[in-house]
T-cell receptor, first 113, second 112 residues
Framework: NAGVTQTPKFQVLKTGQSMTLQCAQDMNHEYMSWYRQDPGMGLRLIHYSVGAGITDQGEVPNGYNVSRSTTEDFPLRLLSAAPSQTSVYFC????????????FGSGTRLTVV | TQLLEQSPQFLSIQEGENLTVYCNSSSVFSSLQWYRQEPGEGPVLLVTVVTGGEVKKLKRLTFQFGDARKDSSLHITAAQPGDTGLYLCAGVSQGGSEKLVFGKGMKLTVNP
């Protein structure tokens, strides 16, 4: 069982470039979320999904897009990277947000120069 | 957006000491979760509490959910160096939203 797989693990982008952070889970979880983690800020919710075809915004959605065409995959797109998006990004999934808790991937460390 | 305040934010103690971490909010949560994160890794779920007043124990860790479901605490007995890490509380707000929001965390260092 792979759990939650994030790729790439590290990425350096130039300002204005676009990229997609990949996230896949093999646990048949309905709920998936993207977080960013910055020093002193904890984990902040970017976007989340309660099932295929359904997404919603979190606390810090600006500059990010998501889609959920399958249960397994939940990619995060940066359309025009900015230095403020330098962060560690975590994808997570759960069978039940309230009672089950989330399983997290190992993260993508993104630097925008 | 509900705010989860954790205190203390940093704690450095000697092996064998006890400690308590607090997670407070003005909002009511349908559930509260505690995670532990080590450097370079994603958070790992420790426990979920869903009933006001609920107490759960995980070896030397005791978790409590406040009666009003607005706060929670984590107590560690006889801390060990292996307990070192970032402890995060997270809550699902009452009212149907499936958002899980996190506090800023408490960085614990247990010195041998």
């Amino acid at each position: 069982n792979a759990g939650v797989t994030q790729t790439p693990k590290f990425q350096v982008l130039k300002t204005g470039q676009s990229m997609t952070l990949q996230c896949a889970q093999d646990m048949n979880h309905e709920y998936m979320s993207w977080y960013r983690q910055d020093p002193g800020m904890g984990l902040r919710l970017i976007h989340y999904s309660v099932g295929a075809g359904i997404t919603d915004q979190g606390e810090v959605p600006n500059g990010y897009n998501v889609s959920r065409s399958t249960t397994e995959d939940f990619p995060l797109r940066l359309l025009s990277a900015a230095p403020s998006q330098t962060s560690v990004y975590f994808c997570a999934s759960s069978y039940n947000t309230g009672e089950g808790g989330y399983t997290f991937g190992s993260g993508t460390r993104l630097t925008v120069v | 957006t509900q705010l989860l305040e954790q205190s203390p934010q940093f704690l450095s103690i000697q092996e064998g000491e006890n400690l308590t971490v607090y997670c407070n909010s003005s909002s009511v949560f349908s559930s509260l979760q505690w995670y532990r994160q080590e450097p370079g890794e994603g958070p790992v779920l420790l426990v979920t509490v869903v009933t006001g007043g609920e107490v759960k124990k995980l070896k030397r860790l005791t978790f409590q959910f406040g009666d009003a479901r607005k706060d929670s605490s984590l107590h560690i007995t006889a801390a060990q160096p292996g307990d070192t890490g970032l402890y995060l509380c997270a809550g699902v707000s009452q009212g149907g939203s499936e958002k899980l929001v996190f506090g800023k965390g408490m960085k614990l260092t247990v010195n041998p």
